[in-house]
């Protein structure tokens, strides 16, 4: 590892991740995408495997619409999720595990401007915890592997 490994905060939030994520098809249990899409108010679930595809609107009663992670629209588990230990380490697509490997690999971890509302500061404690460096950093190469 390099000693001057350095990740610096781009301050995301995990909204930043919600429109697309990588979730387990529930037809054939290989990797759909769920999306969203603001402007029309509807999130699909569309299998890359068995073609599986579904829509439903983020409507929620005359006028509000719901914004969150697009796979809750379908109960559908994420693609990208390992046991670790006691806890459950995840991603909801390519980019958000990038960020996340970027950030638990980096030995120097800088943060500017914080607001209590970003995605690294609302992680899980094990997620910041040196020792787990090695076990975190295996579990996202073998994600990576999967997609």
Not at 5 to 15: A, C, K, M, V
Not at 31 to 54: D, M, P, Q, S
């Amino acid at each position: 590892m390099n000693p001057t490994n350095r990740f610096q905060d781009e301050n995301l939030q995990l909204t930043h991740f919600y429109g697309e994520v990588w979730v387990v098809c529930k037809s054939c249990e290989k990797k759909a995408i769920a999306t969203t899409n603001l402007e029309n108010h509807t999130a699909r679930l569309f299998c890359v495997n068995c073609g599986y595809n579904k829509e439903v609107s983020t409507k929620i009663g005359k006028d509000g619409f719901v914004t969150t992670a697009a796979h809750l629209f379908f109960d559908s588990d994420l693609w990208l999720s390992a046991p670790y230990k006691n806890d459950l380490f995840w991603a909801y697509n390519a980019a958000h595990l990038t960020y996340l490997e970027r950030y638990i690999s980096a030995n120097l971890r800088e943060h500017k401007e914080r607001s209590h509302f970003t995605l690294l500061e609302k992680l899980p404690k094990f997620y910041h915890e040196a020792k787990n460096r090695e076990g975190l950093l295996k579990i996202i190469e073998k994600l990576n592997k999967k997609h």
